[in-house]
Protein backbone atom coordinates (compact mmCIF):
# COMPACT_ATOMS: atom_id res chain seq x y z
CA UNK A 1 0.00 0.00 0.00
CA UNK A 2 1.20 3.61 -1.52
CA UNK A 3 1.73 5.96 1.70
CA UNK A 4 2.65 9.37 1.53
CA UNK A 5 3.31 11.44 5.01
CA UNK A 6 3.95 14.98 5.15
CA UNK A 7 5.65 16.90 7.97
CA UNK A 8 7.17 20.14 8.47
CA UNK A 9 4.32 22.69 7.82
CA UNK A 10 3.41 25.46 10.69
CA UNK A 11 2.99 29.13 11.00
CA UNK A 12 5.51 32.06 9.93
CA UNK A 13 5.45 35.01 9.28
CA UNK A 14 5.69 36.92 6.03
CA UNK A 15 9.54 36.71 4.74
CA UNK A 16 10.01 33.71 6.71
CA UNK A 17 10.91 29.69 5.81
CA UNK A 18 9.61 26.70 6.22
CA UNK A 19 10.53 23.51 4.95
CA UNK A 20 8.36 20.67 4.12
CA UNK A 21 8.90 17.28 3.81
CA UNK A 22 7.38 13.96 2.51
CA UNK A 23 8.23 10.19 3.03
CA UNK A 24 6.91 7.73 0.74
CA UNK A 25 6.44 4.23 0.90
CA UNK A 26 5.15 0.93 -0.22
CA UNK A 27 6.86 1.68 -4.07
CA UNK A 28 8.51 -0.97 -5.25
CA UNK A 29 10.41 0.89 -8.19
CA UNK A 30 11.36 3.96 -9.55
CA UNK A 31 8.73 6.88 -9.30
CA UNK A 32 7.94 9.09 -12.20
CA UNK A 33 7.67 12.47 -10.45
CA UNK A 34 7.12 13.47 -6.84
CA UNK A 35 6.29 16.88 -6.32
CA UNK A 36 4.06 19.50 -3.67
CA UNK A 37 0.59 21.00 -4.76
CA UNK A 38 -1.62 23.27 -2.59
CA UNK A 39 -5.18 24.36 -1.96
CA UNK A 40 -6.18 27.09 -0.29
CA UNK A 41 -9.73 27.98 1.53
CA UNK A 42 -12.18 28.23 -1.21
CA UNK A 43 -9.90 27.41 -4.05
CA UNK A 44 -8.63 24.95 -6.47
CA UNK A 45 -5.71 22.70 -5.85
CA UNK A 46 -2.99 23.84 -7.81
CA UNK A 47 0.46 22.51 -8.85
CA UNK A 48 3.67 24.34 -7.13
CA UNK A 49 6.73 22.03 -8.11
CA UNK A 50 7.49 18.39 -9.21
CA UNK A 51 11.06 16.67 -9.51
CA UNK A 52 11.23 13.38 -11.34
CA UNK A 53 14.50 11.16 -10.21
CA UNK A 54 16.65 11.86 -12.85
CA UNK A 55 16.54 15.93 -11.01
CA UNK A 56 14.49 17.55 -13.89
CA UNK A 57 12.25 20.27 -11.55
CA UNK A 58 9.80 22.93 -12.68
CA UNK A 59 7.52 25.14 -10.35
CA UNK A 60 5.01 27.51 -10.70
CA UNK A 61 6.02 30.96 -11.70
CA UNK A 62 4.62 32.34 -8.20
CA UNK A 63 7.19 30.44 -6.34
CA UNK A 64 10.09 31.05 -8.60
CA UNK A 65 13.52 32.43 -7.03
CA UNK A 66 11.68 31.45 -3.42
CA UNK A 67 10.78 27.69 -3.14
CA UNK A 68 13.45 25.01 -3.60
CA UNK A 69 12.36 21.20 -4.28
CA UNK A 70 14.78 18.53 -3.55
CA UNK A 71 14.65 14.95 -3.36
CA UNK A 72 16.52 11.41 -1.67
CA UNK A 73 15.66 8.72 -4.31
CA UNK A 74 17.31 6.28 -2.45
CA UNK A 75 14.95 7.17 0.81
CA UNK A 76 12.22 8.70 -1.21
CA UNK A 77 11.82 11.65 -0.07
CA UNK A 78 10.89 14.80 -1.16
CA UNK A 79 11.42 18.50 0.22
CA UNK A 80 10.30 21.59 -0.30
CA UNK A 81 12.37 24.72 1.43
CA UNK A 82 10.20 27.75 0.93
CA UNK A 83 11.90 31.16 1.82
CA UNK A 84 10.30 34.67 1.43
CA UNK A 85 6.88 33.33 2.72
CA UNK A 86 3.86 35.53 1.40
CA UNK A 87 0.19 35.68 3.19
CA UNK A 88 -0.74 34.30 -0.41
CA UNK A 89 1.33 31.07 0.02
CA UNK A 90 -1.15 30.62 2.91
CA UNK A 91 -3.16 26.50 2.15
CA UNK A 92 -2.89 23.05 2.61
CA UNK A 93 -0.11 21.77 1.04
CA UNK A 94 0.16 18.01 -0.34
CA UNK A 95 2.89 15.55 -1.42
CA UNK A 96 1.99 14.13 -4.79
CA UNK A 97 3.76 10.76 -6.10
CA UNK A 98 3.11 9.65 -9.66
CA UNK A 99 3.94 6.14 -9.78
CA UNK A 100 3.69 3.64 -12.56
CA UNK A 101 -0.11 4.91 -13.87
CA UNK A 102 -1.30 6.22 -10.75
CA UNK A 103 -1.39 9.40 -8.59
CA UNK A 104 -1.30 9.15 -5.10
CA UNK A 105 -1.25 12.20 -2.33
CA UNK A 106 -0.47 12.51 1.39
CA UNK A 107 -2.75 13.36 3.64
CA UNK A 108 -1.56 17.18 4.05
CA UNK A 109 -0.07 19.73 5.89
CA UNK A 110 -0.91 23.60 6.83
CA UNK A 111 1.10 26.55 6.02
CA UNK A 112 -0.15 29.76 7.61
CA UNK A 113 1.84 32.88 6.51
CA UNK A 114 0.52 36.04 8.82
CA UNK A 115 1.96 38.87 11.51
Known amino acids: QVQLVESGGGLVQPGGSLRLSCAAS????????MGWFRQAPGKQREWVAT???????NYRDSVKGRFTISSDNDNKMVYLQMNSLKPEDTAVYYC?????????WGQGTQVTVSS
Open 51 to 57: ISPGGRI
Open 96 to 104: YLHWVNDAY
Open 26 to 33: GISSRYNV
